[in-house]
């Protein structure tokens, strides 16, 4: 289990290495960091200083291995809009994003595992007909379309939430949080629905399949025949089993819910670190750019890095498979 552990760590710093790499070579590649940060009145001298500052007149390898190591120290140097250091930017934008993205998944949760058993347990009635075609729609649709026509009905025409904005928050030390104000819930229900929807669907048919597979196994023949209410075997027996890859998924889809809520987060004027990012891209900003590539794929690697080690655990046959 210890050579198990040591390699998947293994595998996890030589992908962190890879996505440094990318992250470097955006800096190189971009433009040049000086250009980007003075103005037209700089004069040559004062060009040549800042770049002997940044360390622009080593070699190419020596400010990879100086950026390598700046990352991991949490210095990912300042931001060129705003002038300030990149990772408390991302820091006081990062709390805003989580508790979106946990919302999300709290919500595709409670909504796509009774449906995937609903249309498991009732398969060929016309409502899980509609469902199912109701998931094909969810996934389909692109979320900033979601998210649109959300905003349209429930803000626009019913006037029953907020358009944009994250309301009132407050300051848990270095944490803030709208969870705990009235404006705070009533502006995160829209932005959250529109970024859990494809997560229900996903959810809801996963659940569907498994339930379908186990429905057809031999302990659930044999609760039948003891007598045991179908609503225990289909909730307590049958659903238990098919929870695995539910976690699986539910997990590994936290990272892709940070990585890919940028859309949902500019449509709703969400102030997380997808609006951040995309404000980046439009000026430009290099350092915050990167600083999101790294801490993203770091947030990737720690998730695949944990589900590879707990199905270690679970089953050993994993430990020695090539």
Partial sequence: MLVFIIKRLGNAVLVMLSVALIAFLIFRLAGDPVELMVGEQTSQEDRAALRERLGLNDSLPTQYLRFVKDAAEGNFGVSYRNGQQVLPLIAERFPATLELVLVATIISLVIGLPLGVLTAIRRGKWYTEGLQFLSIVGVSLPSFVVGILLILVFSVSLGWAPAFG?????????????????????????????????????????????????????????????????????????????????????????????????????????????????????????????????????????????????????????????
């Fill in 166 to 322: 994250r309301g009132d928050v407050v300051q848990l030390g270095w944490w803030s949080t709208g969870l705990l104000t009235s404006s705070g819930r009533a502006a995160l229900i829209l932005p959250a629905i529109a970024l859990s929807l494809y997560q229900i669907t996903l959810v809801m048919r996963l659940v569907r399949a498994e339930m379908l597979e186990v429905l057809r196994s031999d302990f659930v023949k044999f609760a039948r025949a003891r007598g045991i209410p179908r609503w225990r075997i289909y909730f307590r027996h049958a659903l238990r089993n098919c929870l695995m890859p539910v976690v699986t998924l539910t997990t590994m889809n936290v990272g892709s819910l940070i990585a890919f809520a940028l859309i949902t987060e500019t449509v709703f004027q969400w102030p997380g670190m997808g609006m951040m990012f995309i404000q980046a891209v439009t000026f430009l900003d290099i350092p915050v750019m990167a600083a999101y590539l790294c801490i993203i794929s770091f947030i990737f690697v720690v998730l695949n890095t944990f589900v590879d080690i707990t199905y270690a655990v679970i089953d050993p046959r994993l430990r020695t498979a090539r």
